[in-house]
């Protein structure tokens, strides 16, 4: 075999095949618009393809080097007489599968194989047999796809009903939208645009672009995500797409590599849309270490913008709205470098979209060094949220962000699969699953069936989709907390654990630029000592402060859950004096010396939210810094308000 020149990225590093894309077939019995290529079954091309034990011999290769996931599909992956033997000794020597299938060939054996844990998605065109027949030119596979449904669901074996809109079945989208929760309470829409064959065929195309929506439709029809992780994930790939300084097109696809796509005929690249043949390995000639270690790499340098990138595509304005990649330049107009006018219109659309959605759907707040970045699917009103939170809103991001994502519907909930269980006490059930959270707002009686609220957040608590049952209390605004909880405490406390923070039942105030903390439970004195303070001091809040630890000391922040007084502020004061509240006769400050006594009080006064080991574990760290690290005092006052002239004084 030619041997390739292997490029070496900086700060390269081995890199492993997670996951493999096995085409089994283009051979498809649904002469349709959206396979890329028809072939018939007695072509020469089927006598090339991949047998039985070739696919074997892949399997075992690329496992030893650490495939674990395999994404099988085709043309039509059942068309295969032998299928079940290629999908049992995939499924036998992988962790996890994902499986494409137009469902018209699926007997009951094979709806029993299955029921394998893995994705399967069932490909649906129309919501009647006149829709459905008319689009894959096929008659009867309507009738033969809703048969494969239904041997599915005699099987148990859970399937995702992908939808795919075009011009022909749009007219019907939400009847096909109905068809599909009636077969599965799993469903997606599919690729909303259409791209072109990879056979080229221009009769082939002209009918795929005569199927293509309108851009408009297409982005209501897959809304960009504007989630934090999702555009930071944006970002980054634009940066490497759309770079200035580098124009290799697939520096990070075939360099950052983790996944690789072989076809029916053995030939294999880094993404299912590279048709080049100058851009494809024949396994059957080689080997897949060689294909792995030093093919795929070699590709990095292969393809350049060029001239005609550098006109168009390259200085573009919409870049970061465009879904271009040069593999569609490729199935367009065979040129990698060229532009899709089609993907432009996209582009112009998801620009409109995102700049209506940042306007009217999302709002930005700062509370303790952290920006709550609040989005909703219905937009927000000044009337949506509670007065006391102007003071915190923003206009812009900061470094530190925290997505809060609100949906009015409520995800199917399976007790089952909810994951190990942390915690179970009305109002809340909270699960772990994976390196995720699950908190569902159940009844007093435990029952699991009547949520009133579902809350999806990533391990660091960054990142929360809420999802309630209604719009009702939304629309009716004035809402007390933005995470829609009973307060936000609940989710910001365990994100402010990981930076060294946390809520004291306490008030606090800026005075003469220095941060004081009166710290007592309710009636202890910090609203009347606040009230002593005002005008002469900055309010921070009354009732809840943040304290957080800092490599140049300690700060506390203002918050919007205050107390008896409204008067509340987003500032902050570098923290120099905890003060534990006794009322009194008299008017005096003592320093506290007994270590023991200041952490007891203190924990007695941590705001603790839904507590699990790990949160518990951070704070019992933190409160024993800040016990043996800031002064603390038993501050005993009357009404009088000459305990300020001593505040001063200390």
């Known amino acids: 075999m030619k041997k390739y020149t292997k490029v070496v990225e900086t700060n390269d590093r081995p890199r492993l ?10 051979r498809c019995n649904n002469d349709c618009l959206h396979c890329w290529l028809r072939l018939p079954s007695d072509s020469k091309e089927e006598k090339r393809e991949l047998t039985l034990d070739d696919i074997r011999r892949l399997v075992d290769e690329t496992r030893k080097m650490g495939t674990q996931r395999w994404a099988i599909s085709g043309g039509e992956p059942m068309l295969r007489p032998d299928f079940a033997e290629i999908f049992e000794y995939i499924t036998a020597k992988s962790v996890f599968y994902s499986l494409n299938t137009n469902g018209t060939l699926i007997t009951p054996k094979i709806a029993r194989l299955l029921r394998k844990k893995g994705s399967k998605m069932v490909v649906l065109y129309g919501a009647t047999a006149e829709v459905h027949d008319g689009i894959t030119r096929n008659p009867g596979s309507f009738e033969a796809a809703l048969r494969g449904f239904s041997y599915l669901r005699e099987a148990g074996a859970g399937f995702i009903v992908q939808l795919v809109p075009m011009k022909d079945n749009y007219h019907q989208f939400e009847e096909m939208k109905k068809l599909a929760e009636s077969l599965s309470p799993h469903w997606r829409i599919g690729a909303a645009w259409l791209y072109l064959s990879a056979s080229g065929d221009p009769k082939k195309n002209r009918e795929i672009q005569d199927q293509r929506l309108p851009a408009k439709t297409v982005i209501l029809l897959s809304k960009p995500d504007l989630s934090g992780k999702a555009r930071q994930q944006e970002e980054e790939y634009h940066r490497y797409l759309h770079t200035d300084q580098d124009d290799r097109f697939f520096s990070s696809c075939a360099g950052n590599r983790d996944e690789f796509h072989v076809d029916p005929y053995g030939q294999m690249t880094f993404c299912p849309f590279i048709k080049d043949p100058a851009l494809r390995y024949d396994l059957k000639k080689g080997n897949f270490n060689e294909a792995w270690e030093d093919f795929l790499p070699s590709l990095i340098n292969k393809i350049k913008g060029g001239k005609e990138y550098a006109e168009h595509c390259g200085p573009c304005e919409l870049k970061s709205d465009c879904r271009w990649c040069p593999a569609y330049g490729f199935l367009e107009h065979r040129r990698f470098s060229a532009k899709v006018d089609y993907l432009c219109e996209l582009a112009r659309e998801s620009s409109k979209y995102k700049k209506n959605w940042e306007k009217n759907h999302q709002r930005y707040y700062t509370i303790a060094g952290l920006t709550l970045r609040v989005g909703s699917d219905i937009p927000i009103t000044d009337k949506t949220f509670h007065p006391k939170f102007r003071d915190f809103e923003v206009k812009k991001p900061g470094e530190d962000v925290i997505s809060i994502e609100h949906s009015f519907f409520l995800p199917e909930i399976k007790r089952e699969a909810l994951g190990k269980k942390i915690y179970e006490r009305p109002p809340w059930g909270i699960f772990k699953k994976g390196n995720d959270w699950i908190y569902l707002g159940i009844s007093p009686d435990l029952d699991y069936r009547n949520l009133n609220r579902v809350a999806l957040i990533n391990h660091e608590h ?10 009702k209390l939304y629309r009716k605004g004035n809402i007390a907390s933005l995470t829609f909880f009973p307060t936000d405490q609940i989710l910001l406390a365990r994100a402010l654990a990981d930076r060294e923070g946390c809520y004291i039942h306490s008030s606090g105030v800026s005075l003469d630029d220095k941060g004081l ?13 606040i009230k002593m303070l005002k005008g002469k001091a900055k309010i921070l809040c009354d009732d809840r402060i943040i304290v957080r630890r800092y490599p140049d000391g300690y700060k506390i922040f203002g918050t919007w859950s205050h107390g008896e007084i409204p008067e509340v502020s987003p500032d902050s004061a570098p923290l120099k004096a905890i003060l534990f509240l006794e009322k009194s006769g008299e008017n005096r400050i ?10 007891s009080r203190l924990l007695a006064c941590l705001i603790k939210p839904i507590v699990t080991p790990d949160w518990w574990h951070k704070m019992l760290a933190l409160v024993e810094k800040i016990t043996n690290e800031v002064p603390s005092y038993a501050i005993h006052f009357d009404k009088s308000g000459r305990i300020v002239d001593l505040l001063r004084q200390l």
Request: hydrophobic share 35%; proline share 7%.
């Open 517 to 529: 903390l009166f710290v007592g439970h309710s009636e202890a004195g910090k609203s009347t000592m």
């Open 462 to 471: 960054t990142h929360a989709r809420i999802f309630s049952p209604d719009d």
């Open 17 to 26: 095949p997670s996951r493999g894309v096995l085409d089994l077939t283009y």
């Open 590 to 599: 003592v320093p506290m010396e007994e270590a023991k006594d200041i952490l």
